[in-house]
């Protein structure tokens, strides 16, 4: 076929060219936005990093009970809802809308429940005297980096439940489709897996000892 | 006529077993659990830290794969990715040498020298 035949119109099909790497527009777009957000969280769990090691008296003050149990139970509801959110991404490619929705919803309470844990937590360090730039234990800088740094996953989480139940509304509605469904779904796994390497590096690492 | 299958693009294939998935996922959280572990062991810092950044690397890598399906995408996209990431992420890597610098007081530092914790 002739260069000129594919500009003339002659086989509009041809003309037509696949998606880059053969992925539909709107899921590379999610991809390439959780590319720009890994490298936001990676940024700010290095420069926390580079403030912990180059600090001498770094506190490490959770201990198991409340924290570190607290941090467990966060762990799991946020990896089972990665399993909810999988199991409503196939539901909606075998075409079974009422159990999508269902998983969708179940996924979106599994956030929800997550942020409250998240925000009852803050308020007990709060109220031990913890803020952004101080704290009863050491280097003021410790209250800046774990609020940053789990403030900026729990506006992730609480914006990622938002968008599920809308998402899920709108495609028991019929006015969105499995690949949206499956979109969504990768944002939430992608929320999960941030919090896979906050949970050691600002919890774990300060684990009272 | 709707668009073709070349025009959509290849989708990710979620026609999987379910106890694939459910085997996955017990991994990802017995992984999470090894991580809770390791904080208890008391090894030292650096020892730590690079048990739990390697488990963290596993359960991500299991995570993107089996979860968000990047092991079902075109190889080329499941690759480019992976090398921009891994670029962007060493790239990060700069001031470890600075983070050094201040923990063990050299001249000019406001930090006094000392172990880190």
Redesign the interface.
């Known amino acids: 076929m002739s260069q000129s035949d594919m500009t003339m119109g002659t086989h509009p099909a041809v003309l037509e060219r696949s998606s880059p790497f053969a992925i539909p527009t709107k899921k590379l777009a999610m991809w390439l936005f959780i590319i720009a957000d890994a490298a936001t969280f990676a940024g700010c769990l290095v420069a926390y990093g580079f403030l912990r090691n180059g600090s001498p008296n770094w506190p490490t003050p959770f201990k198991f009970s409340p924290t570190v149990l607290n941090a467990m139970l966060m762990t799991f509801i946020l990896i089972t809802s990665s399993l909810t959110m999988l199991l409503g991404v196939r539901s909606a490619k075998m075409g079974d809308k009422r159990a999508a929705v269902r998983w969708i919803m179940v996924t979106a309470a599994g956030g929800l429940i997550f942020a409250l844990l998240h925000i009852r937590e803050w308020f007990g360090l709060i109220h031990e005297g913890v803020g952004l730039s101080h704290n009863p234990w050491g280097d003021p800088l410790f209250g800046a980096g774990f609020f940053s740094i789990t403030g900026l996953h729990l506006l992730h989480v609480t914006a990622g439940a938002v968008a599920l139940v809308i998402v899920g509304a709108r495609y028991g509605g019929g006015g969105l489709d499995a690949d949206d469904v499956e979109i969504t779904g990768l944002y939430w796994h992608f929320v999960d897996l941030v919090w896979m390497f906050v949970v050691p590096f600002v919890y774990l690492l300060n684990v009272a000892k | 006529m709707g668009?073709?299958k070349?025009?959509?693009?290849?989708?990710?294939d979620?026609?999987g077993s379910?106890a694939k998935?459910?085997i996955i996922?017990g991994c990802?959280?017995l992984l999470?659990a090894l991580?809770?572990i390791?904080?208890?062991q008391?090894l030292g810092?650096r020892a730590?830290?690079l048990r739990?950044?390697l488990?963290?690397i596993v359960?991500?890598g299991l995570?993107?794969t089996f979860?968000?399906h990047m092991g079902s995408?075109?190889r080329?996209?499941a690759y480019?990715?992976a090398i921009?990431?891994i670029f962007?992420?060493a790239v990060?890597?700069f001031?470890?040498t600075?983070?050094?610098?201040?923990?063990r007081g050299v001249p000019g530092s406001t930090?006094?020298?000392?172990p880190?914790?």
């Open positions: 668009p073709t070349l025009q959509r693009g290849r989708a990710a979620y026609s379910l998935v459910l996922y990802i959280v999470a991580q809770f390791v904080a208890y008391h810092g730590t830290f739990m950044f488990i963290a359960e991500a995570a993107v979860f968000m995408e075109d080329k996209f480019s990715v921009l990431v962007v992420l990060m890597q001031g470890w600075d983070s050094f610098r201040m923990e930090y006094s020298s000392g880190t914790q």
